[in-house]
């Protein structure tokens, strides 16, 4: 009976969450009330226009930035710093990878610092690697691959840490269309075959609707939730197929309206403000 | 074939020449305190090779050596602590410019009083004076650290020793080596200058001594032999950095290709 608690129990929830920066002595609301549940296993994709505090919401999940006020549970507890449970994976690839280390290395890493023996660690490894398609790789520096393979080593470190949840700050932004469809692909089969939970940031329409079962929508800075939509396409996606579907195209339309409603809506709220100046 | 002959000429080609124009300015001199480059060639031997070497040359060597590996370990180790710790660096940043204006060898007078003339003091000199340019550049390495990467060692939970082993230490890497490239040439002239002071043994006493006994073609080939030793110990690093830094250098080609 405690099993079935347990996994009805959301795995993160984010209560309230509110971020000011101070810069310059100026207060800047990022984040202004952020309310949302993610069950285990879900896979969400959160969308908004661009600067409109999806990172910020995302690095106070993550544990590397402290809400100003509210908070985000994982697992019943307060996030505080970093979890355990945790793998970020980031959009600039470039910067996120040791250039030091080469590939395998890279990987390991992290499990070597939570102190997983090492026979469990090759296991480990030698497993992401080849999820992502990289065995031949491994003997490489990060900086000698392509864009889309780094981003791919970047996932395999992220799976071998075995997370129970993957939060994906934009990760494909920067890789060309081609590489991008693959990775996709690859999130998805990776977060079937593992069962784990993902929240994936992205400011593309498209990829949300292919990627998640639900698209979360934010508005623009101050950040609120503009519409949290569940996305009723069959499992087995395919990037032709799919994406063809009348009613990928409806999710598709629904996803933008309500973005190009979130712009508005900020538009119309400063010009009221400039008005009253 | 053509490009190792090419490179030869371009490495060679000046040296050939001035040693070509010293020559012909010597030939005929009169001065007798510039050598001329046969018998400066021939005093070398005379002098460097033997027992001079084990007794005045191995003595600098390992006070150089000594004095160089303190001032990388203490430079790195304050180097990482100042640039990791904010309260640190407000605390110790206006004296540690102030010392580091300090030029090393007036140290030399005041430790010879706190600590004798011994090793230890011309090793202390040497780690004073070459823990400045480590100490410095590696706390700029250390505040360079990439914010993404930094981020991503806090996702992972690297806190404490492994943070410094794995993100911390490499990330500063660079800038360690061209602190400790500078060290170097500042060890060669202090472990010289210490042992001008007091010393009964050291290229920088025996060069001194030869000076002051008029022995000219000798003081003249023991600059020469300063200056070898410069360039063995340039070599060295540069194969040291060769290593350490081989993901740096890559990195930086695939970038200049790329943009």
């Known amino acids: 009976m405690a ?140 900086w000698q691959l392509s864009g889309g393979m780094q981003q791919r080593v970047a996932i395999a470190r992220a799976i071998a840490y075995q997370p129970e949840i993957l939060l994906m700050d934009e990760p494909f932004a920067a890789v060309d269309a081609q590489t991008r469809a693959d990775l996709e692909d690859l999130v998805r089969e990776v977060w079937r075959r593992l069962g784990i939970t993902v929240l994936f940031v992205t400011h593309d329409i498209d990829e949300s609707v292919y990627l998640a079962q639900r698209v979360i929508m934010l508005s623009t800075s101050p950040t609120v939730i503009q519409k949290d939509l569940a996305i009723d396409l069959p499992d087995e996606r395919d990037q032709l197929e799919t994406r063809s579907m009348p009613r990928f195209i409806e999710l598709r339309h629904e996803v933008y309206e309500q973005i190009q409603r979130a712009k508005r809506g900020a538009a119309a709220e400063e010009t009221a403000v400039a008005a009253e100046h | 074939m053509k490009r190792v002959a090419s490179t030869l000429l371009s490495t060679f080609a000046l040296p050939v020449i001035l040693i070509v124009i010293w020559f012909a300015a010597t030939r005929q001199q009169t001065s007798a305190f510039v050598p001329e480059p046969v018998s400066l060639v021939k005093t070398f031997g005379e002098v460097w090779v033997g027992p001079a070497f ?108 492994s943070r410094f082993r794995y993100l911390i230490l490499p990330a500063a890497m660079p800038r360690i080596m061209t602190g400790v490239r500078q060290a170097l040439s500042i060890g060669i002239i202090l472990v010289v200058i210490s042992e001008m002071f007091a010393a009964v043994s050291g290229l920088g006493y025996q060069i001194v ?22 360039l063995v110990l340039a070599l060295l690093f540069a194969l040291v950095e060769k290593v350490v830094l081989r993901w740096y250098r890559g990195q930086r080609e695939v970038e200049n290709r790329g943009g």
């Not at chain 1, 590939?103 to 080849?130: C, F, G, S």
């Not at chain 2, 030869?210 to 200056?227: H, Y």
């Open chain 1, 3 to 142: 099993d079935t608690l347990t996994t009805d129990a959301p795995l993160l929830s984010v209560e309230h969450v509110r971020k000011v920066y101070t810069t310059d002595g100026k207060a800047v609301e990022a984040v202004r009330d952020l309310t949302f549940e993610l069950s285990r296993g879900e896979f969400a994709c959160l969308v908004g226009p661009s600067g409109c505090g999806k990172t910020t919401l995302l690095k106070c999940i993550a544990g590397l930035l402290t809400p100003t006020s509210g908070q985000v549970m994982l697992d019943g507890k307060a996030v505080s710093g970093p979890p355990k449970k945790m793998a970020v994976v980031f959009q600039e690839y470039g910067r996120s990878l040791f250039p030091w280390m080469r590939v395998y290395e890279n990987v390991e890493v992290p499990l070597k610092n939570a102190r997983v023996p090492k026979a469990e660690r090759e296991r480990l490894v030698a497993e992401a690697l080849d999820a992502v398609g990289l065995s031949h790789a491994t003997r490489s520096y990060p």
């Open chain 2, 209 to 230: 001594v030869f000076q002051r006994t008029f022995k000219i073609p000798e003081m003249w080939s023991g600059i020469v032999l300063l200056a070898i030793i410069g």
């Open chain 2, 54 to 161: 084990t007794e005045q040359v191995v003595p600098s060597l390992i006070r150089l050596a000594a004095g160089l590996a303190g001032a990388i370990v203490v430079g790195i180790g304050l180097g990482l602590a100042v640039g990791y710790s904010r309260v640190l660096r407000d605390l110790l940043e206006p004296v540690l410019e102030f010392f580091r204006a300090l030029p090393a060898p007036v140290l030399i007078p005041v430790l010879m009083l706190l600590i004798g003339i011994g090793d230890a003091m011309k090793i202390t000199v040497i780690v004073i004076g070459c823990m400045w340019p480590i100490l410095l550049n590696t706390v700029d390495g250390v505040r360079a650290t990439d914010s993404v990467l930094t981020e991503t060692a806090r996702s992972f939970g690297f806190t404490g020793v």
